[in-house]
């Protein structure tokens, strides 16, 4: 294959009348033949830097986190929402509500109500105060069922949206302190601010819930327990006359002491 020179000379001859003179004259093509090995276009540093594959991406912002894995705020959300019973406060709200429901009634049939009936004596009597009874031991046990998510929500909803992030490398006698970078920051707290607040204030109306049926039972079985006691002192009251001693009044208050013996008053 013929290649185009970079170079030519041309002759011009110019006719005088004893001699020929030569001219060099020298010109530069206007088109270069991609086979001559000279063509070349440049490229620039920064076109090479951005189109290698040898450079490895930006490290993500938890690369850069020296706190262990189980211990990041991110990681310890996951954790919580996936768990028992934790998981019931970030769910469906009707799920929720009946999950307290059965845990309360589960209780109250299976451990208070037997406690109640068959644990004191005289409940035949009473059927209506041992029943308020084994209910109130149900409320108790969802309150405090509540109360342990209530805190453990409220520990991860801190980690989130405080800037700091305190954890142990390996123990308690050697804490550390890492500030949050602005990535892992405005992360953390979107996800404090849209997913654990809700699940905070959720937990807090079924905690004042709670807290006002145990009053409410607690003020019903006062008023029972009142009433009782003012009936039975009204009873006493009439068989026994103060200040005046009776044979009839004493035999009738004690009939045990007066077993065998004959009428007084015949």
Known sequence: MSTTPLFSTI???I???QQTKLIPFTTTPRFLSPFSGHHRLPVSSSFRRSSSSNNPPAPAPETQCPVPRDQQPINEYNSLSTSFPFSWAAGDPVEYTSR?????ASFTVLVGLPVAWFGTVGAESEPLERVLCGASSGVLVV????MRMYLGWAYVGNRLLSATVEYEETGWYDGQIWVKTAEVLARDRLLGSFSVKPVLNRLKITLVSLGTSLLVFALILFNINGDQSHQSSKEIRD???????????AKSFEPDAFCGEPDLQQ
Do not use: C, N
Not at 100 to 104: D, E, I, P, V
Not at 143 to 146: D, P, Q
Not at 239 to 249: A, L, M, N
């Open 11 to 13: 002759t011009i001859t």
């Open 15 to 17: 006719a005088a009348p």
């Open 100 to 104: 307290l429901f059965a845990l309360g």
């Open 143 to 146: 309150t405090l069922a509540v």
């Open 239 to 249: 068989r026994v006359i103060p200040g005046v001693y009776s044979d009839e009044s």
